[in-house]
Structure formats: C-alpha cells, structure tokens
C-alpha cells in the first residue's frame, strides 16, 4: 500500500511538506487559515439528558434549541449523552492503536478506489481518501469500518472490536433520539419517518482519521471543505483541535466541550427537511506540534432507500 503518513514522518525527519501533499498555489477553495487566524467559536449545546428524560417543559426547550442549531448552523455539541469517557477514551487508544500496526497488517484493507462503496469492501485504511483530488493528498490517515447494518471490525489490535461495537450500539441511540426530536421540531411524523428510511437497517459507517503533525501546517489540509452524507454525523475528537466550519461565508473555528459529541446535519437531512436545514460545509486544518484523532460516525437510510 502506499506509505501512510504517520509512517512516512516516523520514518524520516521531515523539515517541509513533500510536494505531493502541498497545496496547489491557486486553490482558493483549500486555503487554509490556522485556528489562530479564525474566529473561535462554541457551537449550539444540546443537553441529551433534558430530551430523554426532563419534563415535557425540557423536552420541549432542546427541540426548540435543536431546531434553532440545525437553523443557523448545522452543527451543534451533545453534552450528556450517555457514552462514558471510558469508552471514548478506550476507542481514541484502540484506533491508536491501529494506526501503530505494521504496513503489512495495515495492507490487507486496502482498495484501489478509496470512494468505492464500503457495502463492498467493509474495512478500508490509507491516506488519500478522493482520489478526484490528484492535485494534492491530504494529511491525514484514516480507517473506515461499515458498522451497521452488519458489524465489522479488524480482528487487530486487540479489544478495537469490542469498544467499537460498544459505541457503535450507542451511538446509534443517539442518533435515534436526535432525529425522533428532530422530527417533531419539523413537525414531521416521527413514524413515517421511521417506516420511509427504515432506520433499523440504516447504514452507520465509522472512520477514524488519524492527522500528524505537519511541519508547514500552513502548506497542507488536513480534509478539504465538504459536506456528509447521510442525515447526522456523530464525530468525538481526543483534545487537538482541528475542526472548522462555514458559518454566513467565512470560516470558523469549533471550540469542543470535553466529553461533548459533536453533531452536524447530512445531505439527507437536507433533503428530508425541504433545504432548511442545510449540509453544512467543513474541513480539518493540522499543526506542526500534535497528532489529532477524530472519530466519525456516520448514519443514514439503508442504501436503497430514497428519501423525498
């Protein structure tokens, strides 16, 4: 497989970017500006807790302020939730943990077209996630998994299958009781929804993406802008900042709350929703001083399903 980038630093003493991983000089749309140079941001807070378990009065105010974040940003941060800091924390060491295996262990997922379908290939790694983009390969390693509706997981490192299906299954509540709420917030019925993407057998796809530090941060991008697909992205961070979103033109920084979950709206939600709420671009902007790992799940309707 090609050499990934956590193995190309590691393995010599990198002072620049190489060539292939440096930005073209009129790429206006992957200019990047550091967190330093945009405005930082904390995003709309959803407490997870007053949605399930407050009074009426409570429930009622989150899917007020859940309307009003899918509105106005299309991101918002789950406090709350139910998933452990354990948890999180062994999932952050076990995909670590992958990203340490040897290129030969890692080989063996990988494909020749990194967009193909994972309904085809289940598990895949490397560094360049779009080929479309020959210009430049971006910084950043990933390891996406298809989780749902059947669960796959690399049989190494130890203990990554166990923790992921864990947050696999939780996540997946989640997301549940956001769209449920979600739903009402647009005045949709909440079992029409259901019946229409069969939620039950919708496809969750889960990535790991693995950012080094740079040494011309400034020169290289971490992901390029982009919006998901799907109808909610579910995304956990170790402590590096790296996120940052498009907000009334101009990008901003996302300040994460500890043990928050980050949350944004997808193509579909788009679509579900008659273009209200939109899906909202973002990118990942690296450092030259420290890894980041994001942990990315990814929910939608079976891959059949069409929604209208």
């Given at each position: 497989?090609?050499?990934?980038?956590?193995?190309?630093?590691?393995?010599?003493?990198?002072?620049?970017?190489?060539?292939?991983?440096?930005?073209?000089?009129?790429?206006?749309?992957?200019?990047?500006?550091?967190?330093?140079?945009?405005?930082?941001?904390?995003?709309?807070?959803?407490?997870?807790?007053?949605?399930?378990?407050?009074?009426?009065?409570?429930?009622?105010?989150?899917?007020?302020?859940?309307?009003?974040?899918?509105?106005?940003?299309?991101?918002?941060?789950?406090?709350?939730?139910?998933?452990?800091?354990?948890?999180?924390?062994?999932?952050?060491?076990?995909?670590?943990?992958?990203?340490?295996?040897?290129?030969?262990?890692?080989?063996?997922?990988?494909?020749?077209?990194?967009?193909d379908?994972?309904i085809?290939?289940?598990?895949?790694?490397?560094?360049?996630?779009?080929?479309?983009?020959?210009?430049?390969s971006?910084?950043?390693?990933?390891?996406?998994?298809?989780?749902?509706?059947?669960?796959?997981?690399?049989?190494?490192?130890?203990?990554?299958?166990?923790?992921?299906?864990?947050?696999?299954?939780?996540?997946?509540?989640?997301?549940?009781?956001?769209?449920?709420?979600?739903?009402?917030?647009?005045?949709?019925?909440?079992?029409?929804?259901?019946?229409?993407?069969?939620?039950?057998?919708?496809?969750?796809?889960?990535?790991?993406?693995?950012?080094?530090?740079?040494?011309?941060?400034?020169?290289?991008?971490?992901?390029?802008?982009?919006?998901?697909?799907?109808?909610?992205?579910?995304?956990?961070q170790?402590?590096?900042?790296?996120?940052?979103i498009?907000?009334?033109?101009?990008?901003?920084?996302?300040?994460?709350?500890?043990?928050?979950?980050m949350?944004?709206?997808?193509?579909?939600?788009?679509?579900?929703?008659?273009?209200?709420?939109?899906?909202?671009?973002?990118?990942?902007?690296?450092?030259?001083?420290?890894?980041?790992?994001?942990?990315?799940?990814?929910?939608?309707?079976?891959?059949?399903?069409?929604?209208?």
């Amino acid at each position: 497989m090609g050499i990934m980038i956590k193995d190309l630093i590691e393995s010599t003493d990198l002072i620049c970017v190489p060539s292939k991983h440096a930005l073209p000089a009129k790429a206006e749309d992957l200019t990047v500006l550091t967190e330093e140079e945009v405005e930082q941001v904390t995003l709309p807070v959803i407490n997870f807790s007053l949605l399930t378990s407050g009074s009426a009065d409570d429930r009622s105010k989150i899917i007020q302020d859940l309307r009003n974040a899918c509105l106005h940003w299309g991101f918002f941060m789950v406090v709350n939730h139910g998933v452990p800091e354990s948890l999180k924390e062994e999932l952050i060491n076990s995909c670590m943990n992958f990203f340490d295996l040897s290129k030969e262990e890692k080989s063996v997922y990988e494909v020749e077209n990194a967009i193909d379908p994972c309904i085809l290939d289940p598990i895949i790694c490397g560094t360049n996630f779009n080929p479309a983009s020959e210009s430049v390969s971006f910084w950043r390693d990933y390891l996406r998994v298809l989780v749902h509706p059947v669960f796959h997981s690399p049989p190494k490192p130890e203990g990554l299958s166990e923790v992921l299906s864990e947050y696999s299954q939780k996540s997946r509540d989640i997301t549940k009781e956001l769209l449920k709420a979600i739903m009402e917030g647009l005045e949709l019925e909440e079992s029409d929804i259901e019946k229409s993407l069969e939620l039950k057998t919708g496809v969750q796809m889960f990535s790991a993406n693995l950012y080094p530090p740079c040494p011309q941060p400034e020169l290289a991008i971490g992901l390029p802008p982009h919006a998901d697909h799907g109808l909610l992205t579910l995304l956990m961070q170790n402590d590096v900042g790296g996120l940052q979103i498009m907000n009334k033109g101009k990008w901003v920084a996302v300040n994460a709350i500890p043990n928050s979950i980050m949350v944004n709206t997808g193509d579909h939600m788009e679509i579900l929703s008659n273009g209200k709420y939109k899906s909202v671009l973002h990118r990942a902007v690296v450092n030259n001083k420290e890894t980041r790992l994001s942990l990315v799940m990814t929910n939608g309707p079976p891959t059949r399903t069409s929604v209208s």
